[in-house]
């Protein structure tokens, strides 16, 4: 049964994975922070609670026994693991990143090593590192352009503010230090 339910999570995450793939080959969406949450998570788990009322109410003649129900219910909460940390993982995978270029960098050293003055990276401009962050902040509706100005957005209050209350909940410092 632990394999049964290891192989419909993995396919269950594969299917998502394709259904992404399609959408963002057809057309890349701004607010992935939306579209893959509801890719991943709100239609696995919706087709679950539809499969569930139809087998129950009786209105599709499925034998549905406590075994099989509890493997597909298992594979779910595998899938949404998966899923968890793929969405997490997203914005390293799509954005630049200082961090990942500095190792880009050093690996292609192999043993030698660098010092702080050869790690000299053109890539890490302003326009890499600030403006891609305003780019996605702006185009996610966080912020907005103000004549000279960016501002929040109320989303984006909402969203700093949250950030802000879960780092005092785990007594770390306030936001941009640490």
Do not use: C
Request: charged residues 15%.
């Amino acid at each position: 049964m632990i394999i049964e339910i290891l192989i419909y999570g993995m396919i269950q995450f594969l299917v998502s994975q394709i259904v992404h793939i399609i959408i963002w080959r057809i057309f890349s969406p701004k607010a992935y922070p939306i579209w893959l949450p509801v890719i991943f998570i709100f239609t696995p788990v919706g087709f679950f609670i539809i499969l569930h009322i139809l087998v129950f109410s009786g209105l599709i003649g499925i034998d549905l026994n406590k075994a099989l129900y509890l493997t597909i219910g298992s594979s779910l909460v595998m899938h949404l693991a998966l899923s968890a940390m793929y969405i997490h993982m997203y914005p390293g995978i799509i954005f630049f990143s200082p961090s990942l270029e500095l190792i880009k960098l050093l690996a292609e050293q192999n043993d030698r090593g660098l010092s702080i003055e050869e790690m000299d990276l053109p890539v890490l401009s302003e326009a890499n590192t600030i403006g891609m962050r305003i780019d996605h902040l702006s185009n996610s509706g966080m912020i907005e352009k103000s004549v000279n100005t960016y501002i929040l957005t109320p989303r984006g209050t909402f969203i700093a503010r949250s950030f802000y209350i879960y780092r005092r909940m785990l007594g770390l410092p306030g936001i941009g230090r640490g």
